[in-house]
């Protein structure tokens, strides 16, 4: 049986994000406005820059979805209703919302727009697919407690419907985000999207060991503070990568990527290993390996990486002996004649290190200390380049284009992945 690739959708916290998502090969972008999208650390799209953004994104062939996932209170509706009625005219692909009230309104005041469920509705049963199909919801995004067989079965009881999975980023303590640390931290509610992430907050003063009294199979809790404050309550990232195969036989319409609040050399980065990765799911080849896709994405991974609930029993990636994640060190902004590129620097950058350039497909092609030239923003050769300052890289890359990324060349070793209950 042949199935089709889901659509990649893709984070688009910004307009560099945005450009990074369309550049390596997403179907289409999730973005939202400065408020009410559940993400208001990211800077979004307001006015002018929002129609810019749609249209920009529309040129290159990808959909645009636009976030209004808050759970807002009654104060917060009159803003609500105005940015629904602006987005048919504004040519939205999809809205993504999650509060019944945004729903109902948006089936009053922007029905043409195709309406899609926001893994804050928290959808784990046939019942509530039924119920959010008869008002009007055309797809659901399936939350991350539901495994592999229960996610399709879910899929293939209900073959008119679109259902979209998480396959990649950060995940949440509580129900698909449904969290009150934040707001009753510092009063900043995280269904408001406001939320300041205490779980990943170092604390100290704690030591724990939990184990169960029945089982007795080891502790599923053990946090011991290091010498000072200690990260205990930030849960693993979620990576499906290595299950590409598996989970385009599930038959699901979209495989989306989280990472609003990313930088654009993230979005880079996780849209091409994934975009490679469907691309070559549909082949019988396997031209790279899981364990190579895993290596690419242990480069962005602030936390390890895992199954979450996807398999029976959680796996837990481990990175290549003596592994070292070596940082985005350039953004490509244009030709500068004479092999030259404009870039902006992201990183330290000395031109006595080896580097490699994030070309789409992830093709990864070296530039060795020495085959290239560091000019600073007077266009005098320099050895070094830092954070923030502009400059010319000079080398041979005919395959570069403006908005890809230069990378520090890593080191390479043979990958050692574990798996863990």
Known sequence: MTHSLPELLAPAGGREQLEAAVLYGADAVYLGGS??????????????????AIAFAHRSGVRVYYCLNALPFDEHLPAVEEQLERLPELGADGLIAADPGVIRLA???????????????????????????????????LARELG?????????????????????????LSLSGHCLISAWVNNRPANLGLCTQPCRFDYRGIRLTVE???????????????????????????????????IVRMGPSALKLEGRTKSGGYVAQVTDAYRTALNLASS???????????????HTASRPLCSGFFLPERRVERPPRNFTAHPVVARVLAPAGNDGWRIQARSPWNADSDAELLLPGMKRPVLRAGS?????????????????????????????????????????????????A
């Not at 592999?148 to 949440?172: N, Q, S, W, Y």
């Not at 199979?217 to 195969?245: K, N």
Request: charge should be negative.
């Open 212 to 246: 169960e009294a029945v089982r007795r199979d080891g502790p599923f809790l053990d946090v011991t503070q290091e010498e000072d404050f200690s990260a205990v309550w930030a849960p693993m990232d979620l990576c499906l990568v290595r299950w590409m195969r598996d």
């Open 372 to 420: 290239y030239a560091l000019e600073n923003h007077r266009g005098e050769k320099t050895d070094r380049l830092n954070p923030g300052m502009e400059g010319v890289v000079h080398l041979d890359a005919p395959d570069l284009r403006p908005g890809m990324y230069i990378r520090l060349r890593p080191e390479s070793a043979p990958h050692s992945p574990e798996a863990e």
């Open 148 to 172: 592999k067989d229960a996610m399709t079965a879910l899929i293939r009881r209900f073959p008119d419907m679109d259902f979209e999975v998480f396959v990649h980023g950060a995940m949440c």
């Open 284 to 298: 019988e080849q396997e031209e790279i390996s899981a364990d190579d896709f895993v290596t690419e994405l242990f």
């Open 107 to 141: 089936g009053r005041l922007c029905p043409s727009v195709e309406l899609h469920l926001s893994t804050q509705a928290h959808s784990v049963n046939a019942a509530a697919v039924e119920f959010w199909k008869e008002v009007g919801v055309r797809r659901i995004n």
């Open 35 to 52: 408020a009410l999208s559940l993400r208001a650390k990211c800077r979004g799209f307001d006015g002018p820059e929002l129609a810019d």
